[in-house]
């Protein structure tokens, strides 16, 4: 197999996964066999067996239910929080790509300084100043990853505005807004949706973190961070409360990953043509 | 060439002996590791009432006097006192010779200045109350102090002996010395580090007025909130006590031949806490609901070390118990029912607030939050730091609902005074306040015994608490432990006794 036939084949799988994962975040309340919060303390610790999946945990609530609602509030994350990461950074790149000069050098500045924290750390301040939360989570999540696409719509949108067909549109008369929506904005998305797949494994990772410290998702309802913080009270007992959310936490980041990266190979015509 | 190499090798040869092998003429200290659960918020005795500190303090501080073993209140500071006929006059008489650790020798001048910060309205210590009693305090002479009371007032010498009776030297509190973070008293053990939220290092104070004690030269005491790395550290060996070990891992713990376990009944009374200020609170039929909806004996043995459940706000092995928890017995159909005839809006939004230092709450707070739902509340958690949970949820009532346990206190009064006249749960009920304020200047155990009873049954009735019960206490030791003591009732550690086998 070639390099690219495996690339191709990692590819495949981890967009399968994600769909799956988007399925079963949808479904979630229909296929679940036990529900995520019914607490049996008679069956606390049951190991994996055909009766659950995965066991149960310290309440002897059901595993496998639990990470399968725990999809919920990731995918939830993952897409409320990249949302408005690319609306505020959309606006703040091209207010700054085709503004004025002064206010492109304050905004990039303001984004530069916001660059410059360590993600996590400005994650848990903004938490602990609104209070803990998955709606502050997602908030804070959508701020600290604003700068990122705000440089790479700054850096598009300098250069498609002076691309010819721009200009000609200009010449013709074309209202500002427009010449945005239709000449601007599709060009630079195929940059804008590989930074948001990214993003996007990014910001379950946070999450996951920050309920993990207690500061994101409140229990009980199940987030794979927060099962994570539980079974850390239960390693040697209980090791399966601790696997299952981690092994589904890493695949969902590692293939949100692999689609960011092959769809980068893939949109950009600079290497499509080598 | 020869030369070069002799060199090259005692240079390898000084890199590569162990640091200790220099150090032989020195006595090798050997601290004792002790795992603390949580990150006190000050040190200052009489700054707070959080145990993390008063468990600290007993440590750094003395009191005039202290309870013993079994409870008794024994001298300490001070090796006698009289009190007059009327009780109202309490004389000390102070131990001679005992030293501050910053070199002071106590005197009737200290116990005055530190009973007077106290009561300061500057100070703001939420023990204050204790000690609004003091009409006067006179000093005839350098090792006496005369207490001259408002009334006869049962409940004193538990306050004396209690960790927030903790003497300071006058010297720094003229000084407006920051106790809080550079505590300075006569105990057995001197502060010398505090790395917030890792560890306190204590070190044996060699002037301490009990000869030959305290045993062991350092204390390290390592902040471990999470029970299973504490666990591990008393399984390995890097930590040698853990005073608080988690039902889950007495299996675990069993297995280890290094370690002991000891089990016996806590005076804590944990409880749901409920804001009873607000709808749907405020409403009778609403708390009692609760109580019906909560299986305590199950969240006893699941959340914490199992327990015994009590059915008012008095911890179980106490003189004063008596029992209630016929009253409101798990019943999920009778809350439903009460819900219902209540008038509650089930979908409006509950509260509940949980101080996320403390697993045992959170978890407890976890299994309440289930049965309530299937009651059919709307209840959500909120998890808070414990600096938060003191000051908003405590201090300023803003919960609905909240999970805690309450220390034993040397004198009922000490758990029961301000109930009955709002307390963080902002219940009002002046029969029982009338009669706990009336137990509290009564003297003889008959007869406050006959009005706590009566105060008791009132909150027994009247619920501003989902009363779960008193729980076990496994204690952990590595098994060259020999000797330590917690206080009874108050729930701090007494290392003095403390030794390796």
Same mark, same amino acid.
């Given at each position: ?5 495996? #690339? ?26 036990? /529900?995520?919060?019914? #607490? ?5 610790? /049951? ?24 999809? #919920? ?200 043509? #080598? | ?24 003429? =020195? ?51 001070? =090796? ?5 006929? %009327? ?28 009973? =007077? ?82 560890? *306190? ?72 806490? *409920? ?47 008596? %029992? ?56 959500? *958690? ?108 108050? %729930? ?10």
């Amino acid at each position: 197999m070639t390099r690219r036939s495996i #690339q191709n084949l990692f590819f495949k799988t981890a967009v399968l996964f994600i769909i799956l994962l988007g399925v079963t975040a949808v479904t979630a309340p229909l296929i679940v066999p036990y /529900s995520p919060t019914d #607490q049996d303390v008679s069956i606390r610790f /049951s190991p994996p067996d055909t009766t659950h999946l995965m066991g149960t945990d310290n309440f002897g609530r059901d595993l496998f239910s639990r990470i399968l609602f725990g999809s #919920q509030s990731a995918l939830i994350v993952g897409i409320v929080s990249t949302s408005i990461a690319v609306f505020i950074g959309m606006i703040i790149g091209l207010w700054a790509g085709l503004g004025s000069k002064i206010s492109d050098s304050i905004l990039m500045l303001l984004m530069d300084s916001l660059l410059s924290f360590p993600t996590i750390l400005l994650a848990i301040t903004v938490v602990s100043f609104f209070g803990y939360g998955l709606v502050q989570v997602m908030l804070a999540i959508g701020v600290i990853f604003s700068p990122v696409f705000a440089r790479i719509v700054r850096a598009e949108a300098l250069i498609i505005k002076t691309e010819s067909f721009v200009e000609a549109s200009r010449a013709l008369g074309t209202p500002v807004f427009k010449r945005i929506f239709i000449h601007i904005i599709p060009n630079l998305l195929a940059k804008v949706i590989v930074q948001s797949t990214i993003t996007f494994a990014l910001a379950i990772v946070i999450e996951a973190s920050l309920s993990y410290l207690g500061l994101g998702t409140q229990p009980p309802t199940p987030s794979w961070g927060l099962m994570l913080k539980d079974a850390k009270d239960y390693l040697i007992q209980a090791p399966w409360m601790a696997v299952y959310p981690g092994l589904v936490l890493a695949f969902t980041v590692f293939s949100f990953n692999i689609i960011g990266d092959t769809l980068s190979e893939k949109l950009n015509p600079r290497i499509l043509k #080598q | 060439m020869i030369k070069r190499f002799t060199v090259a090798l005692v240079l390898v040869l000084m890199l590569t002996i162990p640091g200790g092998a220099f150090a032989n003429g =020195e006595k090798e200290i050997k601290p004792l590791n002790f795992a603390l659960s949580g990150n006190p918020d000050t040190l200052d005795p009489q700054a707070t009432s959080g145990t993390l500190t008063f468990q600290v303090d007993k440590s750094i501080f003395d009191t005039l006097a202290e309870p013993d073993e079994n409870g008794v209140i024994v001298p300490a500071l001070a =090796e006698s006192w009289d009190v007059s006929e %009327d009780s109202l006059v309490w004389t000390f008489h102070l131990r001679k010779g005992v030293k501050f650790h910053n070199g002071d020798t106590l005197s009737s001048a200290d116990v005055k200045a530190t009973f =007077e910060r106290i009561v300061d309205e500057k100070t703001a210590s939420p023990n204050k109350k204790a000690f609004d009693v003091i009409k006067s305090i006179s000093t005839p002479d350098n090792l006496t102090v005369v207490f001259t009371l408002d009334k006869p007032y049962a409940p004193f010498l538990g306050s004396i002996a209690s960790g927030w009776g903790a003497i300071l030297p006058k010297s720094l509190i003229d000084a407006d010395h920051d106790f809080g973070s550079e505590p300075v008293g006569t105990g057995p053990y001197v502060m010398t580090e505090w790395v917030r939220d890792s560890k *306190i290092v204590l070190s044996k104070n060699k002037d301490y007025w009990m000869v030959g004690y305290p045993k062991i030269d350092q204390i390290n005491m390592n902040i471990i909130p999470e029970s299973s790395v504490q666990m591990q550290g008393l399984v390995s060996g890097q930590l040698d006590i853990v005073y608080m070990v988690g039902n889950d891992d007495v299996p675990i713990l069993e297995k280890s031949e290094d370690v002991k376990l000891v089990k016996g009944l806590t005076s804590l009374i944990m409880v749901m806490a *409920i804001n009873c200020s607000a709808a749907p609170f405020d409403n009778l039929k609403v708390r009692q609901a609760l109580n019906y909806a909560i299986d305590k004996q199950k969240v006893l043995d699941t959340a914490y070390a199992g327990g015994k459940p009590i059915g008012t706000f008095m911890d179980y092995g106490n003189a004063y118990y008596k %029992d209630f928890t016929n009253l409101y017995p798990y019943n999920p159909e009778k809350a439903k029912q009460l819900l219902k005839e209540a008038g509650v809006d089930l979908s409006r939004e509950i509260k509940m607030y949980l101080p996320q230092n403390y697993p045992p709450h959170v978890k407890a707070g976890e299994m309440y939050q289930e049965m309530l739902t299937k009651v059919g509340l709307n209840v959500k *958690i909120q998890m808070v730091d414990w600096s938060t949970w003191i000051s908003d949820v405590y201090r300023k009532s803003q919960f609905d609902l909240t999970v805690i346990g309450h220390t034993g206190k040397l004198d009922p009064n000490g758990t029961l005074s301000g109930y009955g006249k709002g307390k963080y749960v902002q219940w009002n009920n002046d029969e029982a306040a009338s009669l706990i304020e009336k137990a509290a200047v009564t003297m003889g155990y008959e007869e406050r015994k006959a009005l706590y009873d009566k105060a008791l049954g009132i909150m027994a009735r009247e619920v501003p608490f989902v009363y779960t019960g008193s729980s076990y206490r496994i204690q952990g030791f590595r098994k060259n432990i020999d000797g330590f003591r917690m206080t009874p009732n108050l %729930d701090t550690f007494d290392f003095r006794w403390t030794n390796f086998k």
